[in-house]
């Protein structure tokens, strides 16, 4: 669940970032900057992370503030779902990633999916959006709605010629490895195996 903490380091991050976007009048801007720097030294004390890696990732973030969108394509096999090994920390999660510009959530899963697994799919429907502050996610700076999309296994094979994933594997419900929570919860992959078995069941959304 979302940490107060967190919230108001995001919220303050939010209203500097649309000001600086938008003010024209010196003194606005310098007091958007503050509070800036205000959100940056919250993270700061809440975490281990650098103050300049802080810095830096607030300002690659220009214009109005809006969710980040992360998309994960579901593919099941003779009852099991589809993981990749992240090389981050070598936990597992559904293949998927940053929404691209340019391309559909449905071309984002496919090509996600062939990217990070090597099997290629076909997009079939909308599962479920969820915002990550409602789930059992670690802390993260931005605010994220994540996009699960269920796709058919038509082709290819497991691969992990990738620079983010070293494994690919099949997983039973009752068999999952250990996931990396950041990606996705073990609760979010139990509500997967219940569209699997129900597919009359309704896109589940925060």
């Known amino acids: 669940m979302q940490l107060k903490w967190l919230e108001w380091a995001k919220q303050i991050q939010a209203i500097s970032q649309a000001g600086l976007e938008y003010s024209r009048d010196v003194y606005d801007i310098d007091r958007f900057q503050q509070l800036r720097e205000l959100s940056i030294e919250i993270m700061q004390q809440y975490t281990d992370v650098e103050t300049e890696q802080i ?27 589809l993981m990749v090994k992240e090389k981050i920390d070598g936990h597992w999660s559904l293949p998927g990633g940053w929404a691209d510009i340019g391309l559909s959530p449905k071309e984002i899963a496919v090509k996600e999916v062939r990217e990070e697994s090597g099997y290629i799919v076909e997009p ?14 670690p802390p993260s700076p931005w605010h994220v709605y994540k996009m699960f999309i269920l796709c058919e296994l038509i082709g290819g094979e497991a691969s992990t010629d990738t620079t983010e994933t070293t494994e690919v594997g099949f997983f039973a419900e009752d068999e999952l490895p250990p996931l990396s929570v950041d990606r996705n919860t073990e609760q979010q992959i139990q509500t997967l195996f219940q569209h699997m078995r ?9």
Do not use: N, S, W
């Open 55 to 81: 810095r830096d990732l607030f300002a690659a973030e220009t214009g109005y503030a809006t969710p980040k969108v992360d998309v994960r394509g579901v593919v099941f096999r003779d009852g099991r779902i």
């Open 198 to 206: 129900d597919p009359q069941l309704p896109v589940f959304c925060d």
């Open 124 to 137: 079939v429907r909308l599962i479920g959006v969820v915002d990550k502050k409602f789930h059992a996610h």
